[in-house]
């Protein structure tokens, strides 16, 4: 029987300094607060090509079609198939702290949003892309209540978001777009926070995922502005693993594909036990999940056509912004 192994992220000061992290991704990547007391090793197993070590960014276990198919068993079935014994399962808050333990090989594959896997990739970090999991993901502003009620009304004053993460690319795009972006102080502030900051007056306005936004409105949070109301402003999500680790398995794209593309054609046809799912692992209601997970935008496809024109946007974006460091091809950091 395969082994299973879970816990959140952590990245050993013995492979790789914090402070070299931090300079590696600077711009859009936001070093850890407090990485000692956030971050607790996993397991203890020697990277070896029997054991898989994956690293996803959440709250809990992992929803999609990675955690469909780990609880279906169909990532089970399939890894045995390919030799794998073990897989260790890292979680971790965002995805710059992804990237760290992606830097230090601690991780084999990582699952993240597009700007911190692209950033890592811009900085001559050696990764391949092997999937777009979901695409069009909303972002939202929202505001604190009896605050603002526009864009136009954020003028000097404090606007908060996950840096690093395709919600920071959003406001950076929307600011820029709005002609706000010198006019509005941008800072970074953890999702788990965000709540707690808007209730104080701490910012004005705190810009969250896709499956965050809907539930802050519900709780009352008025919403100034969605990325779905913008062309080229939503993200995507994305499955990246180490050049290392694919000279290693040099098969395990293909493979790794296929137990992805099962689990999305299982969970599409079973949605309603999918949606009670992942309502039950993100603690959200399960209207708040089909509103920011529609199936639509989780293809059975690795690269879907309308995915790759979107994060093609959102490289060039960063790279004319200088928040990527360099340009690179799309097709060659993607494995076909």
Not at 234 to 246: C, I, M, N, R
Request: glycine share 8%.
């Amino acid at each position: 029987m395969l082994s299973f192994a879970v816990g959140t992220g952590f990245v050993s000061q013995r492979k790789i300094s914090t402070v070299v992290v931090c300079f590696l991704l600077l711009l859009t990547t936001a070093c850890s607060q407090g990485s000692n007391n956030s971050r607790v090793q996993a397991e203890n197993v020697s990277p070896t090509t029997t054991t898989l070590r994956i690293g996803y960014v959440g709250s809990a276990e992992p929803t999609g079609p990675l955690g469909w198919a780990k609880k279906q068993g169909i990532l089970e079935q399939e890894l045995q198939k390919s030799g794998f014994q073990n897989v260790t399962f890292a979680r971790f808050g965002n995805g710059p702290d992804l990237n760290e333990s992606l830097v230090a090989g601690q991780i084999d594959v990582g699952f993240l949003g597009d700007t911190p896997a692209i950033v890592l990739k811009a900085r001559g970090i050696h990764t391949k892309l092997l999937r777009i999991t979901q695409f069009n993901n909303t972002a939202w502003l929202v505001a604190k209540k009896n605050g603002a009620n526009s864009l136009t009304e954020l003028k000097g004053q404090k606007v908060a978001t996950q840096k690093g993460s395709y919600m920071h690319r959003y406001l950076l795009g929307l600011l820029d777009q709005t002609k706000l972006a010198k006019e509005v102080k941008v800072v970074h502030l953890m999702s788990t926070e965000a709540k707690s900051a808007l209730e104080r007056g701490d910012i004005a306005a705190y810009a969250t995922s896709s499956d965050m936004g809907p539930f802050l409105k519900s709780q009352g949070f008025p919403v100034i502005d969605s990325s779905a109301d913008h062309n080229g402003l939503s993200g995507t999500s994305l499955v990246v693993a180490t050049d290392k680790f694919l000279a290693q398995k040099p098969d395990f794209p293909q493979k790794f594909n296929t137990i992805l593309t099962t689990s999305v054609k299982d969970l599409k046809a079973n949605f309603e036990e999918y949606y009670k799912y992942h309502a039950q692992i993100s603690k959200y209601p399960v209207k708040i999940i089909k509103t920011s997970y529609p199936l639509n935008q989780v293809p059975e496809e690795p690269f879907p056509s309308e995915g790759v024109k979107l994060l093609e946007g959102t490289k060039n974006f960063l790279v004319s912004q200088k928040l990527a460091q360099s340009d690179f091809a799309l097709s060659d950091w993607m494995v076909k």
